[in-house]
């Protein structure tokens, strides 16, 4: 059974540092891997899909990066900004299931 | 990516008593998800829901308490029977899209009271 850790549990930051949000899983054979911002009391967004045979994506500030056989993927926010402020979740897809991490919550004071 | 709502965005219920929710999608797609997010907590799979065929529940949901329907392939719904306070959540919807690799997108969600 795949199982999920995100490291921290909670970041807060002063406007312009860069942030790094650490994911672990345990099971390697992964198809893709998925990190979401979530918004208080709303739904989640998709930021960046990494496939398995890939080692990084890149979307504007934001840059993940995967290492499938460590089990170990990182988001990199850079510049960040008060509107960075949101929970960011992490989910290794085996087939089409995904398996969520507890989420990190990042605050960006201004 | 394709535009996913919900209904209701929120509802109280009293115990006891039963919730469908709608996952309403701009597009066709094959595959819809439900999950739950408990309060504090991070998002677990209810169910796979294709169309023309029974939906596929993960361990620890049954049938009986969590019946979903998938009708087309835009729409589905997941009814929350016989309510209790631990059914107390948000209930998201998510549709896969892509011709590989496939990415999900959820809806809003329905934060869900059961007093």
């Known amino acids: 059974k795949q199982e999920v850790t995100q490291i921290p549990a909670a970041l807060s930051v002063p406007e312009g540092e860069n942030l790094v949000l650490n994911c672990s899983f345990t099971?390697?054979?992964?198809?893709?891997l998925q990190w979401f911002r979530q918004d208080p009391g709303k739904g989640l967004t998709s930021l960046l899909l990494?496939?398995?045979?890939?080692r990084e994506q890149t979307s504007g500030r934001l840059n993940a990066s995967l290492d499938k056989s460590s089990g170990r993927s990182t988001l990199y926010i850079a510049a960040s900004q008060p509107g960075d402020s949101a929970t960011y979740l992490c989910?290794?897809?085996?087939?089409?299931?995904?398996?969520f991490g507890g989420g990190t919550r990042v605050l960006v004071k201004p | 990516s394709a535009v996913i709502s919900q209904k209701p965005s929120r509802d109280i219920c009293q115990r006891g008593t039963s919730l469908t929710i709608q996952c309403q999608v701009d597009?066709?797609?094959?595959?819809m998800f439900w999950y739950r997010q408990q309060p504090g907590q991070s998002l677990t799979l209810i169910a796979t829901?294709?169309?023309?065929?029974?939906?596929?529940?993960e361990s620890g949901f049954v049938i009986d308490k969590f019946p979903i329907s998938r009708p087309n392939l835009t729409f589905s719904t997941l009814t929350v029977s016989n309510m209790s306070p631990e059914d107390s959540s948000i209930y998201l919807c998510?549709?896969?899209?892509?011709?590989?690799?496939?990415?999900?997108?959820f809806g809003p969600g329905t934060r869900l009271t059961v007093t």
């Open positions: 998510s549709v896969e899209e892509g011709q590989g690799p496939y990415e999900q997108y």
């Open positions: 099971d390697s054979a992964i198809y893709n």
């Open positions: 990494i496939q398995s045979s890939q």
């Open positions: 989910a290794p897809a085996t087939g089409n299931k995904l398996t």
């Open positions: 597009s066709q797609v094959t595959m």
């Open positions: 829901a294709n169309q023309g065929s029974e939906a596929t529940y």
